[in-house]
């Protein structure tokens, strides 16, 4: 059995729903959080925007599973934006439908360019959009990253002591080895 949409890359899948989400939320959703624009600045910023094959696969680099959710989201605001929701609406529910690994097929008949090529339309439109902002933001000190540990993986719930000197935190690793970490 091959269930709907189940051979389409990941972030066409997952940002799909999340755009969805966005859209029927009143605007609400991931697609228009603060959240979802740090990941894109920050991957404008760092000049290491996620590349097509690793917003489609799963991958242990950073942004990790957030890729398909947040660039996809990303991704299908831009198609709305320069072709207009109803052709993202229809390219949904005809890739749906059609066999299964042709979405790349189906997303050039509906869009007129191959998915790299938009994907890299896209990366260079948000490079241009963010440049004033990140400029701006440039201006100002940034924090530098510092690792707090060896360990590797997402963070939940980080929660100094009472006197600052302590940190706290639930994390969930790659080979599922988490647990909570003081």
């Not at 989400?21 to 605007?27: F, I, L, V």
């Not at 529910?93 to 360019?113: D, H, Q, V």
């Not at 004033?132 to 924090?143: C, Q």
């Not at 302590?166 to 599922?176: E, V, W």
Request: hydrophobic share 30%; charged share 25%; aromatic share 16%.
């Amino acid at each position: 059995i091959i269930y709907p949409n189940s051979t389409t890359p990941l972030f066409i899948r997952e940002g799909f729903a999340t755009y969805s989400e966005t859209r029927n939320e009143s605007g609400f959703g991931r697609g228009n959080s603060g959240y979802t624009d740090m990941f894109i600045n920050t991957s404008v910023l760092q000049d290491d925007f996620t590349p097509l094959d690793r917003a489609a696969n799963r991958s242990p680099v950073w942004p990790g599973s957030e890729n398909y959710y947040l660039f996809g989201v990303s991704f299908f605001n831009y198609l709305a934006l320069q072709y207009g929701e109803e052709k993202v609406l229809h390219f949904n529910k005809i890739s749906s439908r059609c066999t299964p690994y042709a979405w790349g097929i189906t997303f050039k008949r509906e869009f007129g360019k191959s998915m790299h090529e938009m994907w890299d339309e896209w990366e260079n439109y948000e490079k241009i959009r963010r440049a004033y902002l990140l400029k701006s933001i440039t201006k100002e000190e940034i924090t530098v990253f510092e690792p707090i540990g060896r360990r590797t993986g997402k963070l939940y719930s980080l929660s100094f002591d009472s006197e600052g000197k302590r940190l706290a935190y639930s994390m969930s690793t790659p080979n599922d080895t988490g647990g909570i970490y003081i």
